[in-house]
């Protein structure tokens, strides 16, 4: 039989507040175990959550971009369960009365584009975490984390594919980045996923048994972790059995997922009510000095960079990767009037250069005036492309602008008729032979005749003048 997979994911996404949802703690990663905590996020008797503004703005953010409807009004509940690294014994979340809801974000898959809806985006706190002695039979609790805001980000189960949930995966992830609402670190927990993953054959309307995928921890492992399930549970109904509803953990180094519990379901939580904390009343004009404040988003800058750079779709792509390296792209095109040619300085050698040095664009030692200053270089021909690579390695290596490198290393490309005439005229007085066979049809000696003159000029004639002058000295 053959069958269809229905993935939905839910997202977690820490924001980028110094403090944290409901006291005024850090949220800075690394701190030693237990020294960004306070009675408020221990869940100390007594004490009173207060509601940090900022958070509730950056949540809005990534539900304007996602095209979510705001309420009005919303509301925290308690989520309640029991485990080592919540000390309060629940979660502040949002359960019945969530900030946004019913929204999308558009995914490009196999050449076409396709629509995932977002079932809602709700505001919460994160947990602490434990961690397990690997030598003795303890573990430790560090509840810096806890308190951390988060939001979560509900999609719809439109996902038919693991390629899809992973092209979804990245539109959240860009978004967000983009938005400078969360810095996207998987391996730090700052953007984690769950994935709910059932198939049932194909045709039919109603959905299978799902399961929940918990432990991934890079897009790679989501779409991995995705393909084995799908492929686990085909096996099972295929040999007559049944799907168990059930939580998961992927194991990446077997490549395998693992049972961890039953599913819970909602009333398992036992939400009610957050009692220390009113409702939040959203109006209309605060959402409008939200909207204004948002960036210019990941697909709208890629097609803008299509229809006005008149630049490729791929070229597009990459250079609207991170806001950061778009914006260095644009600098460059606005200083050097050459949107092509900068693309290609920026996708080559540039991000080569980051890319071995696992460095950001923001720490690039060439600095977008200084690539725009080498492109105009190369266009009034004081430096040949060859040189130009040579010299842009350079300028990254010492951060330098070019003209000072060209001035110190005579790095300047011959342009004098007079000079570069006298060069070629020694090269063909040298090399007899390949000129006779040259006058008698074997034209492909040209290259020879190039090679020798930019082997004496050290790379730094005019090529387009050495091909005219050669063509007429070699006829004779």
Not at 396 to 405: D, T
Request: proline fraction near 5%; hydrophobic fraction near 35%.
């Amino acid at each position: 039989m053959e069958y269809e997979p229905v993935i939905g994911l839910e997202v977690h996404a820490q924001l980028l507040t110094n403090s944290k949802i409901f006291c005024g703690c850090s949220t800075k990663f690394g701190g030693s175990p237990n020294s960004h905590t306070c009675p408020v996020c221990l869940g100390m008797p007594g004490v009173l959550p207060v509601l940090n503004k900022m958070v509730v703005e950056y949540a809005m953010k990534m539900a304007l971009a996602t095209a979510c409807g705001i309420n009005g009004e919303c509301s925290f509940a308690r989520k309640n369960y029991f485990y080592p690294d919540l000390p309060k014994g629940y979660q502040i979340s949002q359960y019945a009365y969530p900030l946004a809801e019913h929204g999308h974000v558009d995914i490009e898959v196999n050449g076409g584009r396709k629509r995932i809806g977002i079932t809602r985006i709700h505001m919460e706190e994160d947990a602490g975490k434990l961690m397990h002695d690997e030598h003795n039979p303890a573990s430790y609790v560090d509840l810096n984390r806890t308190g951390v805001p988060l939001i979560e980000i509900v999609s719809e189960p439109d996902m038919r594919s693991s390629e899809e949930a992973a092209a979804y995966l990245k539109r959240l992830h860009e978004t967000l980045v983009y938005l400078d609402i969360c810095d996207g670190n998987m391996e730090e927990g700052s953007f984690r996923c769950d994935a709910n993953v059932s198939i049932r054959p194909k045709g039919r309307e109603a959905f299978g048994t799902r399961t929940e995928l918990k432990n991934m921890n890079s897009f790679r492992n989501v779409q991995r972790a995705l393909e084995y399930e799908i492929k686990r549970q085909q096996y099972i109904l295929d040999d007559g059995g049944a799907v168990v509803q059930e939580t998961r953990l992927w194991d990446d180094g077997q490549g395998v997922t693992h049972s961890m519990r039953s599913k819970e379901e909602a009333h398992d939580y036992r939400y009610f009510p957050d009692p220390d904390l009113v409702p939040v009343a959203v109006n209309g004009a605060w959402i409008e000095k939200v909207k204004e404040g948002l960036p210019e988003l990941p697909l709208e800058k890629r097609e803008r960079f299509v229809r006005e750079y008149q630049i490729p779709p791929y070229d597009a792509g990459v250079l609207t990767a991170s806001r950061a390296l778009a914006d260095y792209y644009e600098e460059v095109v606005r200083l050097s009037g050459q949107p092509k040619i900068a693309s290609n300085w920026v996708m080559g050698d540039v991000l080569r250069f980051l890319n071995e040095e696992k460095r950001d664009i923001r720490k690039c030692p060439v600095k977008a005036s200084a690539l725009a200053a080498m492109i105009g270089l190369i266009e009034k021909g004081t430096i040949s492309g060859k040189m130009a690579k040579e010299l842009i390695e350079e300028m990254y290596k010492s951060g330098r602008p070019p003209e000072a490198i060209i001035k110190e290393k005579g790095m300047v490309q011959i342009t004098d008729e007079g000079a570069l005439s006298g060069t070629i005229a020694g090269v063909i007085a040298a090399n007899p032979e390949q000129l006779a066979q040259y006058r008698a049809g074997k034209e492909k000696l040209f290259g020879f005749f190039v090679g020798q003159v930019m082997k004496a000029t050290q790379g730094k004639a005019n090529p387009p003048l050495i091909n005219e002058l050669l063509k007429k000295m070699l006829a004779g």
